[in-house]
C-alpha cells in the first residue's frame, strides 16, 4: 500500500521558518508533486506544486516566501517556508499525482503548522 509520511511541522514564531517533507514508500515515478492547506473554517487550497519536468506553480499569498522542491531518488517533496505569517496556520497535506500503471491521487495525513508570537 502506498503511504506518505508527512514531518517538519510545529509551532513558530511570525517571521520565521519551516521546512515540511514528505516521503512515499514507492518505486515508481510521481507526476506531480503538491502540498495542500486547510485553516480552520476554510476549504483545502493548493499551496504549491511540481511537476517531474520542475515547472512549480505557487498561491499568490505563498509567492517569495515558499519554495517547492522534490528529490525523485528519495520520492520526497519539500516545502520550505520562510517569512512565516500567522494566516499561514493550518494542516498542511502533501499530494502525489500518479499517471502510469499505479495511477492514484495520493494525500499525507495532514501535519501542523501554527505560526504565532
Known amino acids: 500500500q502506498v503511504q506518505l509520511v508527512e514531518s517538519g511541522g510545529g509551532l513558530v514564531q511570525p517571521g520565521g521558518s519551516l521546512r515540511l517533507s514528505c516521503a512515499a514508500s514507492?518505486?515508481?515515478?510521481?507526476?506531480?508533486m503538491g502540498w495542500y492547506r486547510q485553516a480552520p473554517g476554510k476549504g483545502r487550497e493548493l499551496v504549491a506544486s511540481i511537476t517531474n519536468g520542475g515547472r512549480t506553480t505557487y498561491t499568490d499569498s505563498v509567492k517569495g516566501r515558499f519554495t517547492i522542491s522534490r528529490d525523485n531518488a528519495k520520492k520526497t517533496v519539500y516545502l520550505q517556508m520562510n517569512s512565516l505569517k500567522p494566516e499561514d496556520t493550518a494542516v498542511y497535506y502533501c499530494?502525489?499525482?500518479?499517471?502510469?500503471?499505479?495511477?492514484?491521487?495520493?494525500w499525507g495525513q495532514g501535519i501542523q503548522v501554527t505560526v504565532s508570537s
Open positions: 499530494n502525489f499525482l500518479v499517471l502510469d500503471a499505479f495511477r492514484g491521487d495520493y
Open positions: 514507492i518505486s515508481f515515478s510521481i507526476n506531480v
